[in-house]
């Protein structure tokens, strides 16, 4: 740490550049960003949100609490808000008075109704802060008579997680003109705190005699309405980190020039995110709400961005904010290899090339000198002696995501220079993958860290099935990158090896009843049969499949793994089942994206929609506009510590969206789009717009008309389907659509519920004819939609009710499940 950090937190308006004088209100200004998506709902106190940024956050509860970070600081918690008026001898606690909590893509606003005021709390992360600068807010204040509002606060004063921090700050009182600002001491001279509020008086603030004690900090403000109507109080923040910027004049010009420059750090932290939206892929659907996710999915990765401290010379992705409590852990507030690259997947599909460079070069950065990718980086590494801490080269999978995540952008971006200026770390992160094969079997192997669980009850595995598919993609991967590079050698020896891989896996993984792979492989060749979900990321880059995974598919579309919210890792009739650990059971929105998008690529559309539709709808659950870590495996509720705003969690609607449900796949070196897209049968369009090529973006029109999807670009690009009887005229793609679909209702849960809705087990075309296998609960009735593309078609129906008088396009079916206990199959077959 260098020496002299001093950190300021200041409620402040004009001051001297020398002396802090009295601190005035700023004018007041409207918050609501017109044309920007909104959350507007009801505050529920218990459920989290969280605002950040490159370089602090504010997370905290939606009545109000807070705890602020200037990174890797946290500065204050527990920030509480108590108001007493004039003649009314009832003091009023003002976070139970939280009404409704409105969420931007660039702040943050809770509003607080009592019958005599309204308080609205503007949360927001600057996007370009001067240096010093992470989180800020501001208070408006509407009321009907003169009161006393009390702002109580616990000072911290610590280091994110590792780094050791000092004894609980000692605070003192500095007193400036009518008003005034707090000092937290440390033991440290060079290491302090200061807070402020426009005409605010102290608090409770014990003298040295006093016997010691945990007190709250206190800023009391009294608000008269008839003069301080139409006024806003500011919370500014900032950081000293050198001897030179803890002299009060230092601070003091600091703080001016924050106070200066507040309404234009709001307006650029709002004017970001509306390039943002404008720069991105979006979506344009007959459903709102999935529009609405997918827009919010992207935004809440770029909300994860944060700058390397102290210099400010990086810029990567964390894994997500919850907040502390008592330890200095935000969530997983800190970098992350894994999570950043399957994450990076939805970044290059809509299209923000420089954060896939960032996070690369990041990556690179710390690999290891034999070429092992990192796992993990603490945003305090550069305090501890990170390397020898268990943490930043713990997992295996980093290695393969690295490769498969560089092609991809490749693909994408069509950015040969950029992969070439790295081949060196690629080649090294290829060598160490290739090399570490103990077994002989040809597959890299959990020697050296783990794959994807880190516990497992019957012991740590030795090769998992999830590390063993990643590394064939990752041989197909670094085929493309060296063919691109020229490195042909290279090139056959990776597309061979992945051909090896891939049959050695269907030899040793394959269980003998051909209905699931295995889990795991030991050394002397026995398997672990535990059916997980982890398969599906065989699936995952489009390059791979496995050669027996019909039944697996079907038992992952069963309630067997699939919730009404999303999908379990491990099926329940594994005796170590346990719904609310970590790894053993739980439902993870990753899980269900590799999931979605595995059944898409094979055909499952129906189920694959209704998973990605479950991680869609999450982002109205918890964290408003952000998707949740983990839940319960047996009741739709998040567990207590999982990590609310989660970067691969909300990654996980944007691949499945583009990659599966449109079924985009690149090639940007032949200026070229695959599609192989399966719309929803009550859509007639849509649209893709900005969807990235190369060093430029286009937008595709998806219309069906009769037996047939056209698509439609905007620009110049060759089109193409691995559909069957696809065909290009004009430049417009015509896809065949079979004259019969179906489609499914979608929704949550309430909070609670256990998995009482339909199934799609399986779905197969063969000639004229669509079988469904449905699984639903015992004496429930289902309605699904049927599709009729082709007007000649003559229709009959078996398992299911449809009217034959209804011609329209559109029709209702109803499905009985009849009795019996649980949930009960159901064949429904439609020929024509």
Do not use: C
């Amino acid at each position: 740490m260098k020496p002299g950090l001093i950190i300021v937190l200041l409620f402040a308006s004009a001051m001297s550049a020398q002396v802090l004088g009295d601190l005035p209100a700023l004018p007041y200004f409207a918050p609501e960003q017109p044309g920007q998506p909104l959350i507007r709902s009801q505050a529920i106190t218990e459920r989290p949100f969280s605002v950040t940024g490159p370089r602090g956050a504010l997370l905290g509860q939606q009545d109000g609490s807070f705890e602020t970070w200037i990174f890797p600081w946290k500065i204050l918690s527990h920030m509480r808000i108590t108001a007493e008026m004039k003649d009314y001898d009832v003091p009023i606690d003002v976070n139970q008075q939280a009404a409704s909590i409105d969420v931007q893509p660039g702040h943050t606003t809770i509003t607080f109704s009592h019958a005599n005021f309204t308080v609205r709390e503007v949360l927001f992360a600057p996007q370009h802060a001067p240096d010093g600068a992470g989180a800020l807010a501001f208070y408006q204040i509407q009321a009907v008579r003169p009161m006393t509002l009390t702002f109580s606060f616990t000072p911290q004063m610590q280091r994110m997680w590792p780094a050791l921090s000092d004894d609980r700050p000692s605070p003192e009182w500095i007193k400036t003109g009518q008003s005034g600002f707090y000092v937290l001491h440390l033991n440290l001279p060079d290491q302090a705190a200061a807070l402020a509020m426009p005409t605010a008086e102290p608090g409770t603030l014990a003298p040295y005699q006093e016997r010691p004690a945990n007190y709250p900090l206190q800023f009391v403000v009294h608000f008269d309405p008839a003069t301080d109507s139409g006024k806003m109080y500011p919370l500014l923040m900032t950081v000293g980190e050198t001897a030179a910027t803890t002299t009060g004049s230092a601070l003091a010009a600091k703080l001016q020039a924050l106070d200066g420059g507040f309404r234009d750090l709001y307006r650029d932290t709002q004017d970001h995110f509306q390039k943002f939206a404008a720069g991105h892929m979006s979506i344009e659907t007959p459903d709102p709400a999935l529009n609405q996710a997918f827009s919010w999915a992207e935004v809440a990765i770029d909300q994860l961005r944060v700058e390397t401290t102290p210099s400010h010379a990086e810029t990567a992705l964390v894994a997500g904010f919850y907040s502390s409590g008592d330890s200095t852990r935000p969530g997983f507030g800190w970098f992350f290899g894994r999570d950043a690259l399957w994450t990076l997947y939805a970044v290059n599909s809509y299209g923000d090339f420089q954060l896939t460079r960032d996070e690369l070069s990041f990556l690179i950065k710390r690999q290891s000198p034999e070429g092992k990718m990192m796992h993990e980086w603490s945003q305090t590494a550069d305090l501890v002696d990170w390397k020898r801490l268990p943490y930043p080269y713990a997992s295996a999978d980093a290695n393969p995501l690295f490769l498969m995540a560089g092609n991809d952008y490749l693909k994408v971006s069509g950015d040969t220079q950029f992969i070439q200026a790295n081949w060196e770390a690629l080649e090294r992160a290829w060598n160490f993958e290739t090399s570490h094969d103990s077994d002989g079997d040809g597959i890299y192997e959990n020697t050296e860290g783990t794959g994807w669980v880190e516990s497992w009850p019957p012991g740590m595995p030795h090769q998992e099935i999830y590390l063993a598919a990643l590394d064939q993609q990752a041989s197909t991967a670094m085929a493309g990158l060296a063919r691109a590079t020229g490195h042909s050698d290279i090139a056959q020896q990776a597309a061979t090896r992945a051909a090896t891989i891939g049959a050695a896996i269907e030899k040793e993984y394959l269980l003998p009843d051909g209905g699931f792979y295995a889990f795991s492989r030991n050394r002397d060749g026995s398997t672990d049969p535990s059916p997980t979900i982890f398969p599906t990321v065989a699936s995952w880059d489009g390059s791979y499949r496995l050669q027996h995974a019909q039944p697996m598919l079907d038992r992952w579309a069963a309630a067997e793994f699939s919730t009404d919210w999303g999908t379990r890792d491990l099926s329940p009739t594994v005796s170590f089942y346990d719904p609310i650990s970590y790894h053993q059971g739980t439902v993870w929105p990753l899980y269900t994206g590799w999931a979605s998008l595995a059944e898409y690529r094979n055909g499952r559309s129906l189920s694959a929609y209704a998973h990605l539709m479950q991680n869609a709808d999450l982002t109205w659950a918890q964290d408003q506009g952000a998707v949740t870590e983990l839940l319960s495996g047996e009741f739709f509720a998040p567990l207590g510590r999982s990590t609310s705003h989660q970067l691969w969690s909300s990654a996980m609607i944007i691949s499945p969206v583009v990659r599966g449900l449109f079924g985009l796949d690149w090639d940007a070196a032949a200026h070229k789009l695959m599609l192989s897209p399966s719309l929803p049968a009550e859509w007639d369009q849509a649209k893709l717009h900005h969807v990235p090529l190369g060093g430029g973006d286009l937008d595709l029109e998806f219309r069906r008309e009769g037996t047939a999807l056209l698509v439609r670009p905007s620009g110049d690009v060759v089109l193409g389907s691995p559909t069957p009887g696809s065909s290009v005229s004009g430049g417009v793609l015509r896809i065949p659509l079979p004259a019969v679909e179906v489609g499914l209702a979608r929704a949550l849960p309430e909070a609670g519920a256990i998995t009482q809705q339909m199934k799609v087990l399986n779905q197969e075309y063969s000639g004229n004819e669509l079988t469904l296998r449905l699984s639903g609960w015992a004496g429930s009735h289902e309605t699904i939609d049927l599709r009729v593309n082709d007007p000649r078609a003559k229709l009959h129906v078996e398992g299911a009710e449809v009217s034959q008088q209804d011609k329209s396009s559109l029709r209702p079916v109803q499905i009985d499940f009849g009795g019996g206990e649980g949930y009960v199959e159901k064949k429904v077959k439609f020929t024509w």
